[in-house]
């Protein structure tokens, strides 16, 4: 994806050191599936990551190395979804996404 990575904003805050406000987020890992896009959607895959101990891959960065949004469409499986799921639960439910290139002009110049 052009070197670039995919993540989740969990929370942005401020910290300020001695004057100095630094914006940040604290932001969850997405590692991708494979080293290429989906052959058959032509869409990159990914999935959370986690570490080691298969904890969540967690940081906290400055917002200024967010360069983009990214629209991810969850990859549905064989089985029904809940008439309860809520459209803000869906990052916890779905295991994969797709990495939709289409959602803009400048999502499909920039990852593809």
Same mark, same amino acid.
């Given at each position: 994806m052009q070197g670039l990575d995919v993540t989740r904003v969990l929370c942005f805050f401020s910290?300020?050191?001695?004057g100095t406000t630094f914006p940040c987020a604290v932001i969850h890992w997405f590692d991708t599936v494979g080293d290429s896009a989906d052959e058959d959607?032509?869409?990159?895959v990914?999935?959370?990551g986690f570490t080691a101990n298969r904890s969540p891959n967690i940081s906290i960065i400055h917002v200024d190395s967010i $360069?983009?949004?990214a629209h991810l469409i969850p990859v549905y499986g064989t089985c029904f979804i809940s008439h309860d799921l809520k459209f803000h639960h869906? $990052?916890?439910f779905f295991r994969?996404? $797709?990495v939709n290139k289409y959602a803009d002009h400048h999502a499909f110049k920039i990852a593809f």
């Open positions: 910290l300020t050191i001695r959607t032509g869409l990159w990914v999935h959370p $360069y983009h949004a869906s $990052y916890n994969f996404y $797709y």
